[in-house]
């Protein structure tokens, strides 16, 4: 059982080491996967507004990022690699309703 306890205090340490910052997503890509799957705007349009939207919610990322808790972050920053198109606006959403349920 020590052995246990020591594990979840070094994995503590490493979620909180990783949550300290914005987590960095490749943006361009998620979004183009997400036009794949859909045909609804012309493909340059809808780039433009997907990454409109991720750019801002990441500003809001970054100027909020201190607000959430360390367990909100490590809750939702995984849930954003499933699926392979993380998102900031998706990210942003989900430590919102985390802060918010509170």
């Given at each position: 059982?020590?052995?246990s306890i020591s594990m979840m205090v070094v994995g503590t340490h490493l979620v909180v080491a990783v949550a300290d910052r914005v987590p960095a997503?490749?943006?361009v890509r998620s979004c183009k996967l997400d036009l794949a799957a859909t045909?609804?705007?012309s493909v340059d349009q809808s780039l433009k507004s997907c990454l409109s939207d991720e750019n801002?919610?990441?500003q809001q990322l970054v100027s909020q990022w201190p607000k959430f808790s360390a367990p909100s972050k490590a809750e939702c920053i995984p849930q954003e690699n499933?699926?392979?198109t993380p998102s900031y606006v998706s990210l942003?959403?989900?430590l919102q309703m985390n802060l918010w349920s509170r």
């Open positions: 059982m020590p052995i997503f490749d943006i045909a609804s705007l801002m919610a990441r499933v699926g392979g942003l959403t989900c």
